[in-house]
C-alpha cells in the first residue's frame, strides 16, 4: 500500500478514523452536532471500524493498532466489532483512553494486547435491556435473550483473566468457571464494578499500562 501524503492522513484520521501509514483505527463514537450525550457504541461505530480493520487486516497481516475511546452502547453492535477482531489475521493491540467501560470494556478483551492509559478507568456491569417492547410474552422472550447476553459477557471477562490476571494465576487451582464464578458474584455485589487501570491488571481484564518499562510509549506498542 503506498505511502499517503500528510494532507491525506488528516483526512483519513479525522474523517476516516484510519491512518494507513501507520496502521492505526481510531475507534470512538460518530460526531454529530445533534447529538446531545456521546452516543458511544453503535451502528455507526461499528461500521466504519469494521470497514477500517478489513482495510488493513491483509496479507501479510502486520500488527495493527487500535485506539479506544468510547462508553458503553450497543450490545449487538459491539460484538459485531468484537468478532471482526477476534477472526482477524493480524496481531492486534488495543490502546484504551479514558475508559474502558461497559460494552467497550467487552471490546477491549478481544484485542491480543490490551494496553490502558494510566488514567484510564474499567467499568464492569451487565448494562441495560433493549427491550421496549410491550405485549408479555415478546417481555419474556427480550428478558431471556438478555440473559445470554450476560452470560457470554461473562464467558469473554473469564476466558481472558483466568489464567493472565495475578488475581487468578496466584491460586493453583484457578480455571475459566473459577473466573467466571468470581466476576457472576462481584457483578451481583457491586452492581456497576469500577477499577482502575492497576487493579483492571490485577484482575486480568488488561495486561499493561502506557509508561512502564515494557511499554513506555505509544511507538513501542507497534514493535510487537
Not at 139 to 161: P, Q, W, Y
Not at 176 to 202: G, H, P, Q, R, S
Request: charged share 25%; aromatic share 12%.
Amino acid at each position: 500500500m503506498p505511502r499517503q501524503s500528510k494532507d491525506q492522513v488528516l483526512y483519513d484520521m479525522h474523517n476516516h478514523c484510519v491512518n494507513l501509514n501507520l496502521r492505526d483505527i481510531y475507534l470512538h463514537s460518530y460526531y454529530s452536532k445533534d447529538e446531545e450525550e456521546e452516543p458511544g457504541v453503535d451502528y455507526r461505530q461499528s461500521t466504519t471500524f469494521i470497514k477500517n480493520l478489513h482495510m488493513l487486516d491483509q496479507p501479510p497481516y502486520k500488527p495493527i493498532l487500535v485506539h479506544l475511546q468510547s462508553v458503553g452502547g450497543d450490545w449487538d453492535n459491539g460484538m459485531a466489532m468484537f468478532n471482526a477482531i477476534q477472526f482477524s489475521g493480524s496481531f492486534i493491540t488495543m490502546l484504551a483512553y479514558s475508559q474502558a467501560s461497559s460494552m467497550s470494556g467487552i471490546i477491549f478483551q478481544s484485542a491480543a494486547l490490551r494496553i490502558m492509559m494510566p488514567d484510564c478507568h474499567f467499568l464492569m456491569h451487565h448494562g441495560s435491556s433493549g427491550g421496549g417492547v410491550n405485549h408479555p410474552f415478546a417481555n419474556k422472550t427480550v428478558a431471556d435473550f438478555d440473559m445470554k447476553a450476560c452470560k457470554r459477557m461473562l464467558s469473554i471477562f473469564a476466558e481472558r483473566a483466568w489464567n493472565t490476571g495475578k488475581f487468578f494465576t496466584r491460586k493453583k487451582t484457578s480455571t475459566v468457571e473459577t473466573a467466571w464464578n468470581f466476576f457472576d458474584k462481584k457483578l451481583k455485589e457491586k452492581i456497576d464494578w469500577y477499577l482502575d487501570a492497576e487493579e483492571a491488571i490485577f484482575y486480568g481484564l488488561a495486561d499493561d499500562i502506557l509508561g512502564g518499562e515494557e511499554y513506555p510509549d505509544i511507538p513501542s506498542l507497534r514493535e510487537e
